[in-house]
DNA sequence: GATGAATGAGAGTTCATTCAT
DNA sequence: AATGAATGAACTCTCATTCAT
């Protein structure tokens, strides 16, 4: 077993479940089963971990959504399949999903990270860009548009973790009635 | 010179600013200019502090928004009403409404600040159960749809902090869009 | 009523049954139903608060011990008596007696308080020298004979804080079979 | 070069010469020659290091005064032997000594610390109860000719820590007077 | 690479004391 | 004389980080 990934995994069940402050390297050595020194090996600093972490989730994140999206399929299709992903992975990952919610504003992260985690939300701007070229997506600033679907599900998923496959349907089909033109 | 308001006001800046674990009591004291001590004369802890402030700026957000609603307005007006009042108060309050997004699902939160605040949202809930009665609003459990529209306005405004009145309008009304059936 | 003894009594209390160093000014002076700012009218400081109230206590133990005694009678009974009116005291101010016992080997007694102090004790060493010469007790250092008879009679005193007139008796004439030669 | 120790004895040191009060954490660590932190991976807290110092220098001088203890030896050589043996722990470990006299009565040291070394004083009550069943120690109540006869000895050694061997037997021949029938 | 004892800066908090009222 | 809000030095304790093993 790989050490590095005890130990993000020990900070991302510590972090979501105590609060980064309350989980001290040396609690997130123990629940990794290593010394704290060995996080050290792995990890520059606190900082860097959470960093990493949240570069790393952010990236299976996006990897999950975008896989396997037909982009020759519909607009409103890949809109919907899309999100409907989003939302399996908050299912089935609710500490990296609550993570990502808790830290995504945090003084913590770097610009840098921060940056490099941007740049993955460019293909599902391109979804939102050709349906308000085919003028069945409403013409406003389309990162306004993916701020606010974002928004709109994120909360929606945190608060009822337990969702069925009917209301996270529900919940993106009222998403689309928002951006539709 | 109220120094209970300044310390307060400090304490807002300093925790969107800088984050409240960056934002120690010596630091807070001396933007309130009075000393550390001062501090425990009107709040038993830094903790207290935190929730006191979550608790009044909440009230505040909440009273701003529901004063001068007309409950027999129609419902597409009350419901666009609130959420450019909720939008505005965002747009002319930007720490205070930063600080209630950081803080609402901080651990710091104690389950009775939380649940004070709760009993805010009463009279909103009411706007969207009167069109779900008349059948404009989508029959869909009422917390989920306030907890949808709530997630979509906060995440653009907090993103579009200088949004012109027009731009509020849109958001909105794509709110509308999403929940009306 | 007089304030000065308002203060002297509540930190009396306060400092037997909470400990000195638990004991705040603030809370001394709510126990004495005064202001803080009064309490340095009487005191300078904390430090000579309690170095007052320590020479006021011991002054009244040994007034209390030596008023009315017969300086011609037997040199047993000036002892017995003295010794009992002793322990009537401690039986009869039971925090006062703490308190000088608590307070006795103090590093918070200034040299001068505890000077002061010391000199109350020459009437009782006086019984001793007498039945020295008296041939009736032991020709050891007369100080050490009074810690001795002090030391065993306040450790019991203290630990037996409802004892008898019989068992108060018993004691004095333990420690007098110790002196005796 | 064991740390403990080291803090233990740097903390005795101070609580007995400065008072526990006058004696910082940060200043028992300088005195230690270790970090403060290091304090702390032995001892939870400020009041642990002082209760672990009481049980520990209380067994100690237990183990010392009945170690070799004859139980089959006349009644009042044991009694002589054993005081004997309280006293010249006493002047040996002058700071140990007047550190149990500080700390026996302090509301610092815990019930459980209380509980545990109060059981060490077993052995020693025996030999009153011995002495009682012969008739040659007074029928007074056990425990309070133990504490009549600590007293006594302890106030006598305290004060004078220089005593020589004719000083001491002196001594415990007094208390053996007190309590003898 | 792996470890965890050692470290000390810095945190939150207390409280004796001051001083304007 | 009486008050108590204001103060900040100094306290105990935490924890990210280091480094000798």
Redesign the pocket.
Known sequence: MN?KDNILKAALKLFVEQGE??????WI?KEA??????????F????ELINELYVEIKTKLFTNILEELNHSAPVKQQFVETWLKAMNFAVSNPLEYTFLEIFSHSPKISKQASDEVNELIYPVLEIFEKGKKEGIIKDIDTLQLVIFTNGAITSSILRSPNIDENGKKAIVLMAWDAIKS
């Open positions: 050490k402050q309350a989980s001290s390297m040396k050595a089963k290593c010394g704290i020194g060995t996080m050290y090996n792995y520059q600093s606190k900082d």
